[in-house]
C-alpha cells in the first residue's frame, strides 16, 4: 500500500509542477488532447470548402461555410468555450459551429462579403436555425480570422489547466498527509 502512495505522490509531484509551465511553455500544451482537439476544430473553420445557399426575406444569400460537426475532434471543446464565455445553450442542442463568409443573410450586415461565426441548432420541424457567436458587421477580417474564437479558446484551456492544477496539488497534499501518517 505505502509503495503505491509513493507511486502515486511522485507522478502527481510531477503533475503539479509541470502544468503551471504551460504559462511559461506554450508548446507543452500540444501534449493534451483537448487542445490538440480544439486547435483541429479551429483548423478547420479556416477551410471555407462548402458553398451554401439560403433564401431569406425573398432575397438568395450565397456564401462560403466550414463548420465543425457534432462528433468531429474538436466540436465539444470549442462548444465548451463558447458556452464558458457566453452561457449555455439552454433548451438547444447545438449540431454545429460554423464560419460563414460571404453574402451572410442577417438584418445587421452592412458589408458584403462578411463574416460570421454561428452555432446552429435544428428545431422540431427540422428547421436550422442561427446562433451568432461573433459577428462584426463593419470588421468581417477579425471574424474571418477567428480572433475572438482563437482568444477564447485559449483562455479557455488555460482554465481548464488552473482547475486540473488545482484538483493535483489536493491530491499531491492529501498523499502527503498519507506519507506522514
Known amino acids: 500500500m505505502i509503495i503505491i502512495v509513493k507511486v502515486l505522490y511522485i507522478i502527481v509531484s ?21 487542445y490538440r482537439n480544439g486547435l483541429k476544430a479551429l483548423a478547420k473553420l479556416h477551410t ?3 458553398e451554401k445557399c439560403v433564401s431569406f ?8 461555410v466550414s463548420c465543425v ?5 474538436g466540436f465539444k471543446e470549442l462548444l465548451s468555450t463558447i458556452e464558458t464565455k457566453r452561457g449555455p445553450f439552454t433548451g438547444r442542442k447545438i449540431v454545429e459551429i460554423c464560419l460563414a463568409v460571404g453574402d451572410i443573410p442577417i438584418e445587421a450586415t452592412m458589408l458584403s462579403p462578411n463574416a460570421i461565426i454561428y452555432a446552429a441548432y435544428f428545431d422540431e420541424e427540422g428547421k436550422e436555425h442561427w446562433i451568432p457567436i461573433v459577428f462584426y458587421p463593419f470588421d468581417p477580417a477579425s471574424t474571418r ?16 489547466i488552473a482547475l486540473y492544477t488545482v484538483v493535483f496539488v489536493i491530491i499531491w497534499t492529501a498523499l502527503t498527509v498519507l506519507l506522514i501518517l
Do not use: C, H, M, Q
Open 14 to 34: 510531477l503533475l503539479v509542477l509541470l502544468l503551471p509551465l504551460t504559462y511559461a511553455l506554450p508548446s507543452i500544451l500540444n501534449y493534451y488532447p483537448f
Open 48 to 50: 471555407l470548402k462548402e
Open 57 to 64: 426575406k425573398g432575397k438568395i444569400y450565397k456564401f462560403k
Open 69 to 73: 460537426k457534432e462528433g468531429d475532434a
Open 145 to 160: 480570422e477567428l480572433r475572438d474564437l482563437t482568444e477564447w479558446f485559449k483562455d479557455f484551456t488555460y482554465r481548464k
